[in-house]
């Protein structure tokens, strides 16, 4: 009786031994997940300000062709 209850134990005691290695591993690819997904996050702000950004300066370029195209048609009638 005494090796069963022994036995017993000491399977136990392995499996809780055997349960914690898992559980970290699990915490530690749900970390790594939860980093790579604002990884992705951050790149994708990124992506999304400098768009912003090209289209900011595309609308000032835009811009200053309209203005100039206006300077050059005032131009062209005084010049006349």
Same mark, same amino acid.
């Given at each position: ?10 399977? =136990? ?11 970290? @591993? ?20 990124? @992506?999304?300000?400098?768009? *912003? ?7 000032? *370029? ?6 100039? =195209? ?5 131009? *062209? *009638?005084?010049?006349?």
């Amino acid at each position: 009786m005494k090796k069963v209850a022994v036995t017993a134990l000491v399977l =136990a005691l392995g499996l809780a031994a055997c349960n914690k290695p898992a559980d970290n @591993t699990a915490a530690n690819e749900t970390a790594v997940e939860n980093s790579a997904s604002a990884d992705v996050n951050a790149a994708d702000n990124a @992506t999304v300000a400098a768009d *912003t950004a090209l289209n900011a300066a595309g609308n000032e *370029t835009a811009g200053n062709v309209v203005d100039n =195209a206006g300077n050059a048609v005032a131009n *062209t *009638t005084e010049n006349k």
